[in-house]
């Protein structure tokens, strides 16, 4: 049964620093790359980072370039996203998802299957 195992989140101040985890398990088939995406209340869902599984390319939103470091442990098959400089509006629930990466300025991951979700709160 295929299923995403995630970890991470949380609340945190704004400048702060949070991570999140996801660990693939009992995919039959091959997926062309994994990130996450977030979904706010009241507003679109946002690819906001992805990564390659052919040539580990990594690919970023606007809006979290310079601030997020979307990252793989082969060994550990494992991925993960280090979210620094956390602001306000990055809150939101961040869904690991498999898929494919796209070259966009709003989302870069088109999700084809995804997790329960983590809350990310940014807030003071």
């Known amino acids: 049964q295929e299923q995403l195992v995630e970890s991470g989140g949380g609340l945190v101040q704004p400048g702060g620093s949070l991570s999140l985890s996801c660990a693939p398990s009992?995919?039959?088939?091959?997926?062309?790359?994994i990130g996450w995406f977030r979904q706010a209340p009241g507003k679109e869902r946002e690819g906001v980072s992805c990564?390659?599984?052919?040539?580990?390319?990594?690919y970023y939103a606007d809006a979290v370039q310079g601030r997020f470091t979307i990252s793989r442990d082969n060994a550990k098959n494992t991925v993960y996203l280090q979210m620094n400089s956390l602001k306000p509006e990055d809150t939101a629930v961040y869904h690991c998802?498999?898929?494919?990466?796209?070259?966009?300025?709003?989302?870069?991951?088109?999700?084809?299957?995804w997790g329960q979700g983590n809350q990310v709160t940014v807030s003071s």
């Open positions: 998802a498999t898929g494919w990466c796209t070259v966009g300025t709003t989302s870069v991951l088109v999700a084809t299957f």
């Open positions: 009992g995919f039959k088939l091959d997926y062309a790359g």
């Open positions: 990564i390659s599984m052919s040539d580990g390319r990594v």
